[in-house]
């Protein structure tokens, strides 16, 4: 695979549940590295799509997809479900979700069970690990002392964290965040974006937002989603270049004009909502 093929291609990619469809017509490519964000109002169809890359779409049983998704150009619409390629798939392409899910058990062993089954470590082995992904998110100071304590027990921006270390132990190759900072405040978002930042150096990162101020502060390259159509994905700093100009809507969906959420504050602004 070279280099120049990009992380992710997405052709026609169309979501229902049931049999209503809620993504239409996604055709898009994903560089490799850096932060792809798609942005959107709530419903705009952000979760439907990214649930599509890593396959995890497959643990809800009315959806149906049509459509092909290509990961470092092999089709992902081949894999069965419940597959070996999907469990494999899965750990290349690690996923944080909107709202701290660590498993309930300590926060050792939240990063640890993965190792573990991935890798078969002893216990040297895996307290080395451990400590350096724990390292590598910034929380090892916070926790060095109370490995042993129950990870419900932290603060939600350590569990956001120790979500992703949760991820990244298993070195994957694309990281999915749903939404990462929704339920945090500023300090603990500000922690995870810079963490981001670092790590987008190195690996690829694809991430949803309903907040255009955290793509324009975070992503390289923006998509904008609405009622579930793919309206606009460009640099991020052409995005928000064109939306001062408050220009009308310029997009097309079958025919029919979108209208384009103009931005109403403000560039350095950070109060108003694209949406409302
Ligand atoms: N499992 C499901 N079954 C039926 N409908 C669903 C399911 N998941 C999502 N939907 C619907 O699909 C549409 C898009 O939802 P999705 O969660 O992808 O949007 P979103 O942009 O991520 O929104 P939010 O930011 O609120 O999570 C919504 O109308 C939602 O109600």
Known sequence: MSRTTPQ?????????????????????????????AFLGSSGSGKSSLLRVLNHTYD??????????????????????RNSTEIMLLRQRVGMVCQCPNPFPRSIYE?????????????????????????????????VK??????????????????????????????????????????????????????????????????????ARRMADTTGVLFDGQLVEYVPTFRLFLESQDLKPPRHECAGVPVAHPPFPCSPDGEQGSWWG
């Open 145 to 214: 002392e109370r490995l042993t304590q129950h990870a419900l027990h932290l603060a939600a921006g350590q569990q956001q964290l120790l979500c992703l270390a949760r991820a990244l132990a298993l070195e994957p190759d694309v990281l999915l965040l749903d939404e990462p900072c929704s339920l945090l405040d500023p300090a603990a978002t500000y922690q995870i974006e810079t963490l981001l930042q670092t790590l987008g150096q190195e690996m690829t990162i694809i991430l949803t937002t309903s907040n255009p101020h955290q």
């Open 110 to 142: 939240n990063v640890a069970y993965g190792l573990r089954l991935r890798y078969g470590y002893r216990k040297r082995q895996l307290d080395e690990r451990v400590e350096q992904t724990l390292q590598r998110v910034g929380l090892w100071h916070d």
């Open 8 to 36: 992710f291609e997405i052709r026609d990619l169309n979501v229902f549940y049931g049999r209503t469809q809620r993504v239409f017509h996604v055709s898009v490519d994903i560089e490799r590295y850096g932060i792809t």
């Open 59 to 80: 643990l809800f049983s009315d959806v149906r997809i049509e459509g092909n998704v290509l990961l470092d150009g092999e089709d992902l619409s081949l894999y069965g």
